[in-house]
């Protein structure tokens, strides 16, 4: 009994200390972001300013700045786009790929393979160009099209659910007179419901965090993003750490939340895309 | 029967023509177009280029600054291949009784789902050298004789932004270690019991085989993460100084997009994808010899 307590200690201790290094950087730049510049200074890092002089003026800066806004609703509207055709596209392809037998079925397997394997950033490279070309380049939809286009994990997700759906499922609805459509439709797309939770949600972090696409492909200032903007914040703020941690503290906020309202359907997708390769 | 088919097919066309053009536009044909790049002198606005041959491939194998990058990728991957046991005994410690399991899970998985950008910022502070957190860890501990210019010093820059890579990326492998551990599934491990299988038995047999292919994975993904790591370098110091934290994405995505040499940049590009073909076909050699082992 007594070596079960002290078991039980020791990975109590062990599992308090990995806490400590998770939320370390991140409550460090929450007590920064309360300072004025003078507590910068004179309190330790470590620690918050005395509740007397704990401010929220850093914050009200961040929410203050217009641009704030504009990332946000950018960010929004690449995410419900993106999103919207992620689900449509990737349900259906998996569908077909998981139920149908057809001539170049191998070919398009090995293409979404080969488009899975291609790393994506030296791939733009290649791709500015295009994106250039079709005058999509300073516009939401260089974003769009490349998330809808280049990010494929969707099809694990699907082909691993839809693979436990029962044939039968399709051919008594074909029998009833159901269209290949309409099965689609009205009878798998329903039944891929939670699979399509967890697309949504991992997606939406993805994009939610990308920096790269963004960054590259839509520097106007009303393009920013969640993740530009406090790049912009950053460099405006050269020096100034009390002001840019109170920025940090709320571009990380959105996908904190989303994580700790959803983290079930995270976790779930998580592994299912990892098993299936 | 025969509409059926035809209907089928037309269903087949109609579904897959939008998201195959997608996916050769903007996925396929850029790869291949690389391949085509990295044999001309394209600066990435001329309308006209020239046709060189292999002399970017000489340039890139003969550039110093390259190798070094590659080599600061070896060390974000020699990091992450340390850690992989610290993981595994994470994920035992986690799928074990354990009073407020669920509070730590979701704690150890948080990393990976915070904004890169904001996370990097907050480690920068975290390192700076003034009124930095660290510096005064150390110095509670009267460790003030450690203190170095953690993102300055071109010996140690490397290890500390490898450090901030496994702050962030550690718990989704603990996770998907986690998932292995709990996928056995328990009638098979309830049968083995039953014919009489000891608890080494059980290990040996049923547990070991399907961590091992997790772990396959785990180490797989770290060869091509620490191969592409980009984002950290990048926010936290630019790859500087000079070069001393450059990775090998950073480095050829600097060389289009900053210095304008697009023609250089793309034959870097091939050469990462070539890399990671030639892991991917290394693993799948060796994931076949494990399970052929298995079986034996």
Excluded at chain 1, 190 to 195: D, E, F, G, H
Excluded at chain 1, 225 to 239: I, S
Excluded at chain 2, 123 to 141: Q, R
């Amino acid at each position: 009994m007594k070596r079960r307590t002290m078991e039980q200690g020791l990975k109590q201790i062990i599992c308090i200390g990995m806490v400590l290094i998770v939320l370390a950087p991140i409550l460090l730049t929450l007590f920064a972001a309360f300072k004025t510049k003078a507590d910068m200074v004179n309190t330790s890092p470590l620690l918050l300013p005395p509740m007397e002089r704990i401010t929220l003026s850093n914050f009200q800066k961040v929410i203050g700045d217009k641009y704030l806004l504009i990332g946000f609703k950018n960010t929004g509207i690449i995410l419900a786009v993106s999103i919207l055709f992620n689900v449509l596209f990737g349900t259906i392809t998996a569908f077909i790929l998981e139920r149908f037998e057809f001539k170049l079925k191998k070919v398009i397997m090995s293409l979404f393979f080969l488009g899975m394997l291609i790393p994506s950033f030296v791939t733009e490279i290649a791709r500015f160009k295009i994106i250039n070309g079709i005058g999509l380049y300073n516009t939401l939809g260089a974003p769009i099209v490349i998330y809808v286009a280049s990010d494929l994990m969707q099809l694990y997700i699907y082909r691993q659910f839809i693979s436990t759906l029962p044939v039968s499922l399709d051919e008594s609805a074909l029998l009833d007179g159901c269209s290949y459509f309409g099965l689609f439709t009205r009878i798998i797309f329903p039944l891929l419901a939670p699979a399509t939770a967890t697309v949504v949600i991992i997606k939406a972090i993805t994009i939610i965090n990308d920096m790269y696409i963004p960054y590259l492909y839509m520097p106007k200032n009303k393009l920013r993003t969640l993740t530009t903007f406090l790049m912009n914040y950053a460099n405006a703020q050269q020096g100034s750490w009390q002001k840019l941690a109170a920025g940090i503290i709320i571009i990380m906020l959105p996908t904190i939340l989303i994580y700790i309202f959803f983290q079930k359907y995270i976790l779930a997708g998580i592994a299912a895309g990892a098993v299936k390769e | 029967m025969n509409s059926l088919e035809k209907q089928k097919k037309r269903f087949i066309v109609c579904s897959l023509v939008v998201p195959m053009v997608l996916l050769i536009g903007f996925v396929v044909f850029p790869a291949f177009d690389l391949i085509r790049m990295s044999f001309t002198n394209w600066d990435g606005y001329s309308k006209t280029y020239d046709h060189i041959g292999f002399n970017n491939y000489t340039a890139m194998f003969r550039n110093r600054d390259l190798w070094l990058s590659l080599r600061n990728n070896g060390v974000y991957f020699f990091a992450h291949l340390i850690f992989i046991p610290i993981e595994l005994m994470f994920a035992v410690l986690l799928t074990s009784r354990l009073r407020a399991s669920k509070f730590y899970k979701t704690m150890v998985f948080m990393p990976y789902i915070i904004n890169g950008v904001a996370i990097s910022y907050a480690f920068s502070y975290f390192f700076s050298p003034i009124n930095g957190a660290f510096d005064e860890i150390l110095t509670v501990f009267h460790l003030e004789s450690l203190i170095r210019n953690w993102l300055s010093d071109p010996k140690i820059v490397n290890f500390v932004l490898a450090f901030v890579s496994l702050w962030r990326f550690s718990g989704y492998h603990v996770i998907l270690f986690m998932a292995a551990l709990q996928s056995l599934p328990q009638d098979v491990q309830e049968a083995a019991r039953v014919d009489g299988a000891n608890a080494w038995q059980m290990f040996k047999y049923i547990q070991i085989p399907s961590i091992m292919l997790m772990v396959d994975f785990v180490l797989f993904d770290n060869i091509r993460g620490a191969l592409q790591v980009f984002d950290i370098p990048y926010v936290m110091t630019s790859g500087g100084p000079g070069y001393a934290s450059s990775t090998f994405t950073l480095y050829t995505i600097d060389t289009a997009f900053k210095y304008s040499n697009f023609g250089l940049a793309s034959t870097m590009a091939v050469a990462i994808m070539v890399m990671i073909v030639v892991i991917y076909l290394v693993q799948n050699k060796i994931i076949h010899g494990i399970l052929k082992g298995g079986r034996k």
